[in-house]
Structures are given as C-alpha cells and as structure tokens.
C-alpha cells in the first residue's frame, strides 16, 4: 500500500512538484511504518536525486541496498533513471 504514494512521488519530482513529493513521501512513510517498506527509501532516495541532493540521495540509496539487496539488484537493471543515477552521485563523490 505504501509503495504507490512513493511511485507517484517519484513521479512529481521529475514534474518539478516537491512539495508534492515531500507529501506523498511521508504520507507513504506513515502507512507502511510498521514494515517500513524498502521501496519508501528507494524512491525517497530518487527524490533526493532530483532535487540536487546527491548526498542524501547516495545515503539512502546505500540504506536500500543494505536492506534490501533483491530489490536493489532489481531496480538496478531494471529502471531507467538508475544508470544516471548511479553515475551522477558517483561523479559527486557518492558512490553507492
């Protein structure tokens, strides 16, 4: 339940919406408190990325595949924003 507010998040930065995205973020934090959903940090690490915060973006990033290395794998070859992702937080000095 807490992964589409996250999604949707993800998709209103890349709109240039962040205070929508900061919303749903913590709105999708809040539903999934109890299991604390590794996709929440996932997308809150895109979100950061977006943002210019690339610091925050490569901690997070690093905190998703710490706990959930599956999906870490998964989104790594699968989603179209992780090769500039990766490749922008490591040319900043923040590799995950």
Same mark, same amino acid.
């Given at each position: /339940? =807490?992964?589409? +507010?996250?999604?949707?998040?993800?998709?209103?930065? #890349?709109?240039? @919406? /962040?205070?929508? %995205?900061?919303? #749903?973020?913590?709105?999708?934090?809040?539903? $999934?408190?109890?299991?604390?959903?590794?996709?929440?940090?996932?997308?809150?690490?895109?979100?950061?990325?977006?943002? $210019? @915060? #690339? %610091?925050? %973006?490569?901690? #997070? /990033?690093? @905190?998703?595949?710490?706990?959930? +290395?599956?999906?870490? %794998?998964?989104?790594? =070859? =699968?989603?179209?924003?992780?090769?500039?992702? /990766?490749? @922008?937080? =490591?040319?900043?000095?923040? +590799?995950?």
């Amino acid at each position: /339940m =807490s992964l589409e +507010p996250s999604n949707y998040a993800f998709c209103c930065a #890349l709109q240039g @919406d /962040m205070e929508k %995205a900061k919303a #749903l973020l913590e709105a999708a934090e809040f539903i $999934g408190a109890k299991r604390k959903t590794s996709i929440v940090i996932f997308n809150r690490s895109l979100v950061c990325w977006v943002a $210019g @915060d #690339l %610091a925050g %973006a490569a901690s #997070l /990033m690093r @905190d998703f595949k710490g706990k959930d +290395p599956k999906n870490f %794998a998964f989104y790594s =070859s =699968s989603s179209q924003y992780m090769e500039k992702f /990766m490749k @922008d937080v =490591s040319a900043a000095g923040h +590799p995950v």
